[in-house]
């Protein structure tokens, strides 16, 4: 089944599609959401007390927990 498409109609579509496809490849993909907060608190005492207390918690060492 032919349709009866003019050349001017045909070319505006593939400008388009080819439009789209451009903006698709330059937009940032997105990056895992693991790797954008690793190491984000790496100067924070209070995160280096909160991995003290995770780790006593998993050695089954309570004294830390009453502080």
């Given at each position: 089944?032919?349709?009866?498409?003019?050349?001017?109609?045909?070319?505006?579509?593939?400008?388009?599609?080819?439009?789209q496809?451009?903006?698709?490849?330059?937009?940032?993909?997105?990056?895992?959401?693991?790797?954008?907060?690793t190491?984000?608190?790496?100067?924070?005492?209070?995160?280096?007390?909160?991995?003290?207390?995770?780790r006593?918690?998993?050695?089954?060492?309570?004294?830390?927990?009453?502080?």
């Amino acid at each position: 089944m032919t349709t009866n498409i003019s050349l001017e109609e045909r070319l505006a579509a593939v400008e388009a599609a080819i439009a789209q496809l451009q903006k698709q490849v330059a937009a940032p993909q997105p990056t895992n959401w693991l790797q954008q907060i690793t190491g984000s608190f790496k100067d924070e005492p209070a995160f280096e007390e909160v991995l003290a207390y995770g780790r006593a918690i998993r050695q089954g060492d309570e004294s830390l927990l009453g502080r």
